[in-house]
């Protein structure tokens, strides 16, 4: 077991094989995935991880409540979007968010600096 985890949320089942693979491959150990703000709401509460990998749009609901407990527990979140980055509302301004299809080396860069920013988990 990786001592760096991450939690995926994401509903696109294609989408989640492919971040899980690309995530395995640094290393890094997936919590979840959550396909819902419902299950990863459940999974935040858990903890046992140190950063998140959220989809913005969750079945078309919103994940900006499971950001929210995420950033209230200090965790890292790097949002991902098959929308424009710009729509982010302004109390997330200034945290990483990446548009899909995304480059991997992209998506590892923003993760690593995630995990510098991580405090560690207990």
């Given at each position: ?71 209230e527990r200090g965790i890292p979140v790097i949002f991902t979007t098959g929308y424009m980055t710009d729509t982010l ?34």
């Amino acid at each position: 077991m990786s001592e760096r985890r991450a939690l995926l949320v994401e509903d696109s089942e294609l989408i989640l094989v492919g971040l899980q693979m690309l995530l395995e491959h640094y290393q890094i150990d997936v919590v979840g995935p959550a396909l819902t703000v419902e299950q990863a709401l459940a999974l935040v509460r858990q903890g046992g991880f140190d950063i998140a990998i959220l989809d913005i749009n969750l079945y078309n609901e919103p994940s900006y409540p499971v950001a929210d407990l995420l950033i209230e527990r200090g965790i890292p979140v790097i949002f991902t979007t098959g929308y424009m980055t710009d729509t982010l509302p302004p109390r997330f301004a200034g945290m990483p968010c990446i548009q899909k299809p995304y480059e991997s080396d992209a998506l590892i860069a923003l993760v690593e600096q995630a995990f510098t920013q991580a405090a560690p988990q207990t």
